[in-house]
């Protein structure tokens, strides 16, 4: 029954999860730490900023807008010029393959960072190949203990941004090899979110 109810669970939160994203959610790469008075409240647009990941020239934020070319023309009238906008078509967990989620506040000597991770077409793979890659990364933080925790990471057609919280990003590559998960670029960011 108790495995009936994780998978009912799970479901749940991957379909509720899913529909949020597929309605209209963007990771942006940025130039530049995005200008919160620009991007947070109302707009005429109806976009809305989920997360901002700042860290200079290498900047991140995840926004929902109606479609990418509503975001688009929030971003012309805004001024907000970006290097790239991927569409989110899922966001994985800890709680997707079983874990816990991240707790809060950020612990002593950690860092927030997000990885990209060159992975073609992983937004697409279905929900077992999801929690399977939840379950590894699951898997390799229980091996490295508590100086790793995994927040949550958004899945794209091209890759995914995972956002992490580690003492290093050395400590962030040993995490990939043992979770079977490439890495890419590793930028240590401030984190804050609506």
């Avoid at 029954?1 to 998978?7: D, G, K, V």
């Avoid at 958004?154 to 919280?165: A, I, K, N, P, S």
């Amino acid at each position: 029954m108790q495995n009936f109810r994780n998978t009912l669970a799970i479901s749940i939160m991957s379909i509720s999860l899913t529909t949020g994203a597929l309605a209209g959610q963007f990771v942006l790469e940025l130039n530049e730490p995005l200008d919160l008075d620009l991007a947070v409240g109302p707009n005429s647009f109806g976009v809305v900023l989920d997360e901002a990941l700042s860290a200079g020239a290498d900047s991140y934020a995840v926004m929902t807008a109606e479609n990418e070319d509503t975001l688009r023309a929030f971003l012309k009238s805004a001024r907000i010029d970006t290097e790239k906008i991927s569409e989110v078509l899922f966001i994985n967990s800890p709680e997707i393959g079983g874990g816990e989620p991240t707790t809060t506040p950020l612990r002593d000597g950690h860092g927030v960072y997000v990885i990209e991770r060159p992975i073609p077409g992983v937004g697409f793979l279905g929900l077992d190949k999801k929690q399977k890659i939840s379950r590894n990364s699951n898997a390799a933080i229980a091996k490295l203990g508590d100086i790793v925790q995994w927040d949550h990471s958004y899945l794209t057609g091209e890759g995914t941004y995972c956002v992490y919280r580690a003492d290093s990003p050395e400590t962030l590559r040993e995490h990939g090899v043992l979770a079977g998960a490439p890495i890419g670029k590793i930028t240590r960011v401030s984190q804050s979110g609506n």
